[in-house]
């Protein structure tokens, strides 16, 4: 994050006298209430959006595999002599493309990527392109790789040039680094069959998962992510990292359900599967939205390491999406009809944490991670209500802590914030004493107005809160903007109010494509080569990086009645960072005078604030103006152990005192 200095804004004063204040906060500086979890704002990845395939998933080439159906050469434009075939090295991506002669000297044969939505390129930057290749006829051919403008004036389409030589009649991996001279959101990949000497491909060659990826990647790992977008998961310094979905977990069908054993080994042999956002909304479809799995079980994990964050995978429970299916579409449910899906759990708990000898622990170790990835929590199935899924559930999660009590289980409230389905929701989970109860609320401002003090009466012996997706709508037809963000920050108060009950928090959904989105608001948009961080990032970016250890009984002298605007105040003790921190949410029209007593303690040291403004309603941090919204940092002064500040008309402000 980059923090602008501004040193002793006029919005703070410590000179104020008392009887100015409009609030008082005070806070019990000196007596650590309940610990806040590690976990508890994080993060949610689903692929929607094209958030995994064209966002954070580095690979530049849509549909490598041949695999897209019913258009096996979707994304790809073929010309000259060039067949499909299905009897490929890769079992379970069998289709691979079969490149001949086109049979006259001025003809040739070969094929075109469009990327998504193009091929994003940065100036002077590498792109790894790679094949597998063979001569079947044994003579050597040439692949000639080119990036081009197609609709550029220029009289060269291409502008890098390189070939790779195929020699040999088995399928073998090739490669070559292609440094771009220029930056494009929109470029294509072209191949040429070349003779040995250059000129037409006087041959066969076959060619199979053609790919082309930054070399700079997230943490340099070649099949890694976007590193705009990794940085900004880091940044955020997420707690827990929740993924692959959302809905996406259960398919629009069984069969195109998320099955995570087919996202492990090696990137080539994993099955191609649709993508369950393709079809969802028909104003907003996109025929070419599959699921490759190059970002796949074993890249989450890591990436959960690498960004800091606790795993937490969810899996199916043997349902289908209910609204898409329905009560009938489900695996039976008995414990047979469900082995196939305790199995998946039990599974993935060894492929994450088992001894290097066992059978899924093994393939962890043959990907790249000896050590075990640590996995403490898991989901069992997303979204899902009433008696289809209390059954399901039931027998799941039994077998699974049968074999596993030390992996906490987290079951779901299903789809709604409150109702029928909401409380037998929880009581089914209070009595299956599932560990943590997964709650989803996007809703509108009325909405998060009157929620203000949603857990401040739950049941402190039931299952703990994951807040697992929400986000404050408003509009709805907006990227986002700072006027449904400033409810977000408030409502998020209470999170940390009540950090005995609610655990973790998720903002949801996570990514979006300028160019492909299904759902909005989301947290980060991008386009090829850009990305902007949103004011409702920024909000869980504040709240993340500063959530402290324990909370702080905070009170207010003029608290904001349910459903009214007001000032709203939580604080919190970092006793790592030795810090006192105090949250501030004014989500009036006008600005408000605050001062806050640290009680209990005897001095402070160095004080400063860290101040969001969202008061300019329709304004969103967009990919042409991503910085319009950003957290401004400020030193104050304190006086003795109060602090005196104006908090501006619907700002929300990160008051960090040293002890
Ligand atoms: O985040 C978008 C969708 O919202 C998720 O896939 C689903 O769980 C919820 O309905």
Known sequence: MKLKKILLCAAFSA??????????????AAKPGSVIQPTMYGIFFEDINYAADGGLYGELLKNRSFEFSPDHLMGWQAFGKVEVKNDGPFDKNPHYVRLSCAGHNDMWTGLQNEGFFGIGLKRDAEYRFSVWARVPEGKAQTLRVQLINEYGLEEHQEFVSKDIKVTSSDWKKYSVVLKSPRTMQDANLRLFLCSEKGRNGDGVMDVEHISLFPVDTWMGHENGMRKDL??????MRPGVFRFPGGCIVEGATMDTRYQWKNTVGPVENRPLNKNRWESTFTYRYYPDYFQSYGLGFYEYFLLSEEIGAEPLPVLNVGMVCQFQNGDDAHAPATEAGLKPFIDDCNDLIEFANGDVNTKWGKLRAEMGHPAPFNLKFLGIGNEQWADPYFKRVKIVSDAVRKAHPEIKIIGTSGPDS?????DIGWEAMK????????EHFYRNIDWFKNQMNRYDEYDRKGPKVFAGEYA?????????????????????????????????????PLFAHVKGWQWRPDAIWYDNLRSARTASYWVQALFSQNK?????????????????????????????KGEYIVKVVNTQEKAESVRIDLKGVKKIGAVKAITLDLSDYDLENTVDNPNAITPQESAI???????????????FIVIIANK
């Open 230 to 235: 990794a940085q900004a998961l880091y940044d």
């Open 472 to 508: 404050c709508h408003d509009k709805g037809k907006k990227y986002n903007h700072a006027g449904a963000s400033i409810y977000e920050a408030a409502f998020m108060l209470n999170l940390e109010k009540n950090a005995d009950v609610v655990h973790m928090a998720t903002y949801a």
């Open 418 to 422: 409150e109702g029928h389905n909401f």
């Open 15 to 28: 000179a104020m006298p008392l009887a100015a204040q409009d609030n008082v906060v005070t806070v019990e």
């Open 431 to 438: 009595e299956q004493k599932a560990d943590l109860v997964d």
């Open 637 to 651: 002064k304190a006086d003795g152990t109060s602090i005196n500040l104006t908090v501006p008309a619907k700002n």
């Open 548 to 576: 402290g250890t324990n909370v702080l009984t905070t009170s207010l002298s003029n608290p904001t009645p349910k459903g009214e605007d007001g000032v709203f105040a939580q604080a919190c003790l970092d006793s790592k």
